[in-house]
């Protein structure tokens, strides 16, 4: 029996291999039969070079031409997740409500720059899994500086709010279907089985702000005449001194 890669244990998992498993070459057949014209490029065009584009299978108010997540948007199939019926079959395997569902392609040498996606991780009820379709070993993810690569078939958790990066190294395109999950009692349940590991509550609500650093930042902020940022300043400062902010 094939047994999960899972991160070092006793770590927070800011990535995880999930026991699910899907019909490559069925997802593949599916994925493969939209032209280049249907493959929109994604819209945060800085974040990304030579090529990075998105076939939405759900998408706020179904929309077939839109690839952006809405907050509070009712999300429906579009047309073309109705040409997909495997793809159809792998979203309704997931006993948990599906907001965005997009098929993302990553042109051979293309790299998506470091980012964070707030609001991304188990804690924050809304999840994002990557299923991928085509790739190789060379398809490599970069999560808070440990290198990971998803195979294929398989789903993965990916915190999407630590800082990330993918680069395509190989010499095909890869394409991943990727879906945003709520949480629920069977999402809990699923990642329990894997090892999850949660993240210890982030003291100052901002990961880039530690014990190292926050009197640094208390000092900038004091630098300021902005009634917002002498708030923050004071907070972070009762904070750091183990007060009630």
Not at 77 to 99: K, M
Not at 155 to 179: E, F, K
Not at 200 to 216: E, F, H, L, T
């Amino acid at each position: 029996m094939e047994r999960p890669l899972v991160p070092a244990q006793n770590t927070p998992s800011t990535w995880l291999q999930l026991p699910l498993r899907f019909d490559v070459a069925r997802m593949q057949g599916d994925s493969d039969q939209f032209s280049t014209s249907e493959w929109i490029s994604h819209f945060n065009t800085g974040a990304y070079e030579n090529g990075w584009s998105c076939v939405p299978l759900r998408s706020p108010d179904g929309a077939a031409g839109d690839i952006m997540p809405v907050d509070g948007a009712a999300y429906a199939a579009t047309p073309q997740l109705a040409r997909c019926p495997g793809l159809r079959e792998v979203l309704a395997s997931f006993a948990c409500d599906i907001r965005a569902a997009r098929l993302m392609a990553l042109a051979p040498g293309a790299v998506i720059r470091a980012h964070r996606d707030a609001g991304t991780s188990l804690a924050d009820g809304l999840i994002r899994i990557h299923i991928p379709i085509h790739t190789s070993p060379q398809v490599l993810f970069t999560i808070d500086g440990e290198s990971v690569h998803f195979t294929a078939g398989h789903a993965w958790y990916m915190d999407a709010s630590c800082l990330h990066a993918v680069h395509n190294q190989g010499t095909a395109p890869r394409i991943h279907l990727v879906l945003d999950c709520v949480t629920n009692a069977w999402i809990e349940a699923l990642f329990t089985s894997a090892g999850f590991v949660p993240k210890a509550p982030q003291k100052y609500g901002d990961p880039c702000i530690n014990d190292g650093n926050v009197r640094a930042v208390i000092a900038q902020l004091r630098l300021s005449p902005s009634p917002a940022s002498l708030a923050l300043a004071s907070q972070l400062s009762a904070l750091a001194d183990g007060a009630a902010p």
